[in-house]
């Protein structure tokens, strides 16, 4: 057995994987050698090398391993029941070769600092300064939209087409740049996935390929929904791994976007988060703060929860639970509830 190069690659996964939870515990050093150190030359590399590609290859990739997976399974079907060392070795050498790559090319920003450390900002808040915050989005929120629509009582509707959604995105992070240069996003490599409807049913809007580095984004979705979403994948390009991260940046990339739609967008995305937090906490203060959000700026929000709707399936809730099992083992306690702390953090920011 020990023979066979094959058998070295999958013992490998140890000690690979005791290296892997070794570092998780120096987030410091995540911070400075591999989230700004090697990362940021990976990232471009696969940015510039694939992000012309009008597709993305990383779909693709994901296909042909599934079809390699099926051929493989076909051609040794027999061996699997009969020869058990065989395919043992040959699983935990993928694996070994998956997990490695995964953490290599991006997984390990998983493990570097919390964003609030980095931008000096408090990591808790008071439920006076979410009601603070609150009002401040809300009056944002509804200025847009009234600029847009001239009419209080009319949702907001995208006159781009979503391609050049994704291409006005970058724009924001370039403005971002000024007031946090380590945001600074070029070149882009963001596309729509060729797996959108199952992507839909799945319940997702979007995701990051580890391995090639390209985002990509449902197409699906409700055109008002994809400049924040669009954001929320560059912002994982970048090394921010962490969901709640993720969508404070993707929210500030995308308020400070100079087109007006981008930045409702934005404002409304921030403003939805605050809006379920008070909810949380005190559902009759909701019931008040509620009325004074503009009947157009609602409609928006209820277009999202019906398309959202209308995929509901009984396998979608197994999905996400798969999900929420891998957000766990990536150093994301709280799982995909983690989704809902971009609220502390935006929060924070504005009352700074």
Not at 21 to 39: H, L, T
Not at 152 to 177: C, F, H, Q
Not at 312 to 320: D, R
């Amino acid at each position: 057995m020990y023979k066979n190069p094959k058998s070295y690659l999958a013992f490998s996964l140890i000690p690979v994987y005791f290296l892997v939870k070794f570092f998780s515990n120096y987030p410091e050093i995540i911070e400075q050698y591999y989230s700004n150190g090697i990362y940021p030359y990976l990232s471009k590399i696969l940015r510039y090398g694939l992000g012309w590609i009008p597709f993305s290859f990383g779909d693709l990739v994901y296909a042909l391993g599934v079809v390699y997976l099926v051929r493989w399974i076909i051609v040794n079907r027999k061996r699997i029941y009969t020869d058990t060392q065989f395919w043992l070795i040959d699983i935990l050498s993928a694996v070994t070769l998956i997990y490695f790559a995964f953490h290599m090319f991006w997984g390990m920003n998983y493990y570097r600092l919390p964003l609030h450390v980095n931008l000096n900002l408090e990591a808790d808040y008071t439920t006076e300064q979410l009601l603070t915050v609150t009002d401040l989005l809300i009056e944002k929120t509804n200025t847009l939209q009234l600029e847009i629509t001239k009419n209080d009582t009319l949702k907001v509707e995208m006159p781009y087409s979503k391609s050049e959604i994704m291409k006005r995105s970058e724009a924001g992070y370039k403005n971002l740049e000024a007031q946090y240069p380590h945001l600074k996003y070029h070149p882009q490599s963001i596309k729509k996935s060729l797996f959108s409807v199952p992507l839909t049913y799945m319940g997702f809007s979007g995701y990051l390929n580890p391995l090639t580095n390209e985002a990509q984004v449902d197409y699906l979705i409700p055109s008002y929904k994809f400049p924040t979403t669009s954001a929320h994948e560059m912002a994982h390009q970048l090394g921010y791994a962490a969901e709640n991260e993720a969508n404070f940046i993707g929210c500030l990339a995308t308020i400070n976007n100079d087109d007006i739609y981008m930045k409702y967008s934005g404002y409304a995305f921030g403003l939805r988060h605050c809006l379920n937090e008070i909810y949380r906490r005190n559902p009759e203060q909701y019931e008040i703060i509620i009325k004074k959000v503009h009947v157009g700026v609602l409609k928006n929000y209820e277009e999202t929860r019906l398309f959202w709707e209308s995929y509901q399936n009984p396998l979608e809730p197994l999905f996400k639970m798969s999900y929420n099992s891998y957000l766990k083992a990536n150093n994301q306690a709280k799982g995909m509830e983690s989704y809902s702390y971009v609220v502390a953090l935006l929060v924070n920011y504005f009352n700074e």
